[in-house]
């Protein structure tokens, strides 16, 4: 009886060794440090456009997907692309991913999980509005239904505003287009988001929407950067290695050209 239940526990013992010996390879990452792995696993979240976008073929595409292919090509590894949602990029960083290119700003409270490469762009929050909106200033955002992306610093900076108004309403999507549809609908007042973003939305309703630059309401210049593991200095040096070569080369500002324009 002894023996049968040592037996049993044996191999209950040996079946979980295998199972969690497994999992590493069934998500299909290992750290891109280790020098035998091709493969560059990158999120993202494809709702930002022209930054990230699922074309009419269904893949993602636009001007990060781009860059970050150009940037794998340099490093000698296959880049995997992952779509997930923007609010969980950064936890995701170093387990289900190896880095992130996500337009992703790069912030001081950011830069406590992780790394950042050099910064490749400059933004700064918009604010969408009705045509026929009376918003103008940051004080009339105040007491206002805001729409935002979750967890974004358009997010950030409506909870500023909320924090110091709780008649405030924030309202916040997984999707920025969704904020937009509800803006459309009458839902919120108004929507904050990345520049570029806001102007391809507004570009499709322009009857309806206008796109305001925030530095009018005071909001400030943002930097996108690629996130990575905190400290893994090895993959920051050859990303932003990589990412210089792409500059010097002409190809940059190519792909500015091609998927962002003026
Ligand atoms: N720049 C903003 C931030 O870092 C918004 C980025 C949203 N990006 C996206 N792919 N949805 O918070």
């Known amino acids: 009886m002894k023996q049968r239940v040592i037996a049993v526990v044996l191999t209950c013992l040996l079946v979980l060794l295998m199972v969690s010996g497994c999992t590493g390879t069934t ?23 022209p930054f990230e976008y699922i074309d009419d073929n269904g893949k993602p595409d636009g001007f990060d997907m781009a860059l970050i292919k150009a940037i794998g090509e340099k490093m000698g590894k ?14 995701s960083i170093g387990t289900k991913i190896d880095l992130a290119i996500a337009g992703m700003t790069v912030t001081e409270e950011r830069q406590n999980t992780v790394d950042f490469s050099d910064p490749y762009y400059t933004a700064v929050q918009y604010v969408i509005l009705p045509a026929d909106s009376e918003i103008a200033t940051y004080e009339d955002l105040s007491g206002k239904a805001i729409g935002v992306q979750l967890g974004t610093t358009g997010d950030f900076d409506a909870s500023d505003i909320e924090e110091a108004d709780s ?18 609908n009458g839902k919120v007042d108004c929507v904050i988001i ?45 990303v932003n290695k990589a990412l210089q070569e792409i500059k010097s080369e002409g190809t940059f500002d190519k792909l500015v050209e091609e998927y962002i324009g003026n």
């Open 27 to 49: 998500t299909g990452f290992a750290p891109a440090g280790s020098s035998e792995n091709k493969k560059l696993v990158v999120g993202t979240n494809a709702e930002f456009p």
């Open 78 to 91: 296959e880049v995997d692309i992952q779509n997930m949602e923007f609010d969980s990029l950064v936890s």
């Open 167 to 184: 008649s405030t309403k924030v309202s916040r999507y997984n999707k920025g287009v969704d904020a937009v549809n509800d803006l459309l």
């Open 194 to 238: 990345d520049k570029n973003p806001a102007e391809t939305f507004v570009s499709k309703h322009a009857e309806e929407l206008v796109a305001v630059d925030g530095s009018q309401f005071g909001f400030e210049e943002e930097s996108y950067a690629i996130a990575m593991p905190k400290g893994d200095k090895e993959l920051v040096d050859a």
